[in-house]
């Protein structure tokens, strides 16, 4: 299995540590839980977008998607 990439193990942990921020957030705000298809897409796209901000600037990974999820909804 590989560690990195796409498909490695790393990037799934990121994924769903996205989905958990996620899911938190909508029953913080009250909002109707998406489905789950819907809320792993969501969630992939938040990593991938942490990715670039974090090749940018030089950040933490964890850090950013926090901040992400937390203006995403």
Known sequence: MAI?????????????????????KYE????ALPDDAALSAHAEK?????????KR???NVAEILKNLVNKKI
């Open 4 to 24: 990195f990439g796409k498909n490695g193990f790393i990037r799934k942990q990121e994924i769903a540590f996205a989905k958990r921020l996620l899911v938190w």
């Open 28 to 31: 913080n705000s009250g909002a």
């Open 46 to 54: 938040v990593v991938d977008e942490a990715h670039i901000i974090a």
């Open 57 to 59: 600037s030089g950040n």
